[in-house]
């Protein structure tokens, strides 16, 4: 914990290209050495970090993007829940990757209000 009450982590483990297993795209990792850890495409990701970056999860459900909300500091994050054990977390968007961009559209898709 920081001095301020808010949790500070030093992402672990290995940026490895994968296949989405929502929506089959091929993810490069990011260009800037941080672990990618959602699809570009559709903003899915995978339930496999105890601490970011780690992998040392058990569940491996699939977190599903629930909402978008903009951070003063750390720009467009993404909410995700897990499907399998109802985890919940919250991911930087990366819309300035140069190589594979998070897809603005599907950003913005979930500011949307729900019904």
Same mark, same amino acid.
């Given at each position: 914990m920081t001095a301020s009450g808010? /949790? /500070?982590f030093t992402v672990q483990g290995t940026n490895n290209a994968f296949a989405c297993? !929502?929506?089959g795209a091929q993810v490069? @990792?990011?260009s800037n050495g941080s672990v990618r850890n959602h699809c570009p495409e559709c903003l899915h990701s995978l339930h496999v970090d105890v601490l @970011?970056? *780690?992998r040392a999860s058990t569940c491996h459900g699939v977190m599903v993007p629930v909402? &978008?909300?903009l951070s003063g500091k750390k720009g467009w994050m993404v909410l !995700?829940?897990?499907a399998k054990c109802g985890h919940e977390g919250r991911n930087r968007a990366a819309? *300035? *990757?140069p190589r594979q961009p998070d897809s603005w559209d599907s950003v913005i898709a979930l500011t &949307?209000? /729900?019904a």
């Open positions: 808010g /949790r /500070r297993q !929502h929506c490069l @990792p990011l @970011p970056g *780690d909402g &978008a909300e !995700h829940r897990c819309l *300035d *990757d &949307a209000p /729900r």
